[in-house]
């Protein structure tokens, strides 16, 4: 049986009750003055970190191929792994699309938004490019017929279609019947957006709000605790969208910003070093990577590898705040 354990927010020692003490006082998090080592706060950790596309989807797919022996998804495992394999090779080989004016993304930023607008998806001559590039990359001879029906279904569909579902999927709308279809349109978002991402100036990005990649405007695909310097042991969001990583502090939900409710649960036979943050305020959760300990962790691949923590905690009532383009479920 799952050995399943819950781990509350570390509270200074000076709070820890003598032995004695059958009722433990729990200290309000108001009164808390967190140490900066212990939770990642600290005026030289910056704020973002922009993605490298020439190494993110190439280690993804390594990490992914590490994964899958013998994991219970082992099959979906390998199949993320070759599109993330397409994903490197189709971004390599396609130059990013033309940089928004700067007046525009000035605009954004004084009405407090990221400043790369999904809407660049229409005038992104590339992106079409990139999407049938990356469909014709994939070899899906071992993978189920859905996946191939999906990709024979948008290597059919009009541009237009094709688009009008890429758009749908990066607002986060994503239709039902065409999931599997949705899997390729995330990718090549992906590649297009990281690339886009890539060029912007991290030292003018600033926070949108709780839950929102201040690149892109997209959703969490988990939580990272990192060992780079300057920022070690700091945590990190990472988008699901273009990969972009940014500074949120710990014992804070994610989704809504509470400090209040915040609890770590893991799975032994999972990982040690995965576990998800659940708030109790929104019933949200979200995965908690401790790249610290484990580098080759990946915030896409590990979260899939660790759907057996989604299984118990969704048991238990929590919703997940991400989202996991490459995972759609």
Same mark, same amino acid.
């Given at each position: 049986?799952a050995n399943?354990?819950?781990?509350?927010?570390?509270?200074? /020692?000076e709070?820890?009750?003598a032995?004695?003490d059958?009722?433990?006082?729990?200290r309000?998090?108001s009164?808390l003055?967190p140490d900066?080592d212990k939770?990642g706060i600290?005026g030289?950790?910056p704020?973002?970190?922009l993605?490298d596309?020439g190494?993110?989807?190439?280690?993804?797919?390594?990490?992914?191929?590490?994964?899958a022996p013998?994991h219970?998804l082992?099959?979906y495992?390998l199949?993320v792994?070759e599109v &993330?394999?397409?994903?490197?090779?189709?971004?390599?080989?396609?130059p990013a699309?033309?940089a928004?004016?700067a007046?525009?993304?000035a605009?954004?930023?004084e009405?407090?938004?990221?400043?790369l607008s999904?809407?660049?998806?229409?005038t992104d &001559?590339g992106?079409?490019a990139?999407l049938?590039a990356l469909l014709?990359?994939?070899?899906?001879?071992v993978s189920?017929? &859905?996946?191939?029906a999906?990709r024979a279904?948008?290597? /059919?569909?009009?541009?237009?279609?094709?688009?009008d579902?890429?758009v749908?999927?990066?607002e986060?709308a994503?239709p039902?019947?065409?999931?599997?279809?949705?899997?390729?349109v995330? /990718?090549?978002?992906?590649v297009?957006?990281?690339?886009?991402a890539?060029?912007?100036?991290a030292?003018?990005?600033?926070?949108?709000?709780?839950?929102v990649c201040?690149?892109?405007?997209g959703?969490p695909?988990?939580s990272?605790?990192?060992s780079?310097?300057?920022?070690?042991?700091a945590?990190?969001?990472?988008?699901?969208v273009?990969?972009?990583l940014?500074?949120h502090?710990?014992?804070?939900?994610?989704?809504c910003g509470?400090g209040e409710g915040?609890s770590?649960y893991g799975?032994?036979?999972v990982?040690?070093?995965v576990q998800?943050?659940t708030?109790?305020?929104?019933h949200?959760?979200?995965?908690?990577?401790?790249?610290h300990? &484990?580098?080759?962790l990946?915030?896409v /691949?590990?979260?899939?590898?660790?759907?057996?923590?989604?299984?118990k905690i969704?048991?238990?009532g929590?919703r997940?705040?991400?989202?996991?383009l490459?995972f759609?479920?």
């Amino acid at each position: 049986m799952a050995n399943f354990f819950r781990r509350k927010a570390a509270v200074p /020692a000076e709070t820890t009750p003598a032995a004695s003490d059958p009722k433990p006082r729990r200290r309000d998090f108001s009164e808390l003055k967190p140490d900066p080592d212990k939770i990642g706060i600290s005026g030289s950790v910056p704020f973002v970190r922009l993605p490298d596309p020439g190494t993110l989807f190439a280690d993804r797919a390594a990490r992914l191929t590490a994964a899958a022996p013998g994991h219970p998804l082992e099959a979906y495992l390998l199949f993320v792994a070759e599109v &993330a394999r397409a994903q490197a090779s189709v971004q390599a080989a396609f130059p990013a699309a033309e940089a928004t004016a700067a007046a525009d993304m000035a605009l954004r930023a004084e009405h407090g938004m990221p400043p790369l607008s999904r809407q660049r998806l229409e005038t992104d &001559a590339g992106f079409d490019a990139c999407l049938i590039a990356l469909l014709q990359q994939l070899d899906l001879s071992v993978s189920p017929e &859905a996946s191939q029906a999906a990709r024979a279904s948008l290597l /059919a569909a009009s541009p237009a279609d094709r688009l009008d579902l890429a758009v749908q999927v990066v607002e986060g709308a994503l239709p039902v019947e065409r999931i599997a279809e949705c899997v390729f349109v995330g /990718a090549a978002l992906q590649v297009r957006f990281a690339q886009d991402a890539a060029r912007l100036d991290a030292k003018t990005l600033k926070p949108v709000a709780d839950g929102v990649c201040p690149c892109c405007g997209g959703a969490p695909v988990a939580s990272v605790v990192v060992s780079w310097t300057p920022a070690d042991k700091a945590r990190y969001l990472s988008c699901s969208v273009c990969g972009t990583l940014w500074n949120h502090v710990r014992i804070r939900c994610t989704a809504c910003g509470s400090g209040e409710g915040i609890s770590y649960y893991g799975l032994d036979e999972v990982s040690k070093d995965v576990q998800v943050e659940t708030c109790t305020t929104c019933h949200s959760y979200i995965k908690h990577l401790h790249q610290h300990r &484990a580098p080759a962790l990946d915030p896409v /691949a590990d979260d899939i590898a660790s759907y057996g923590l989604d299984l118990k905690i969704t048991d238990d009532g929590f919703r997940r705040a991400g989202l996991n383009l490459l995972f759609i479920v």
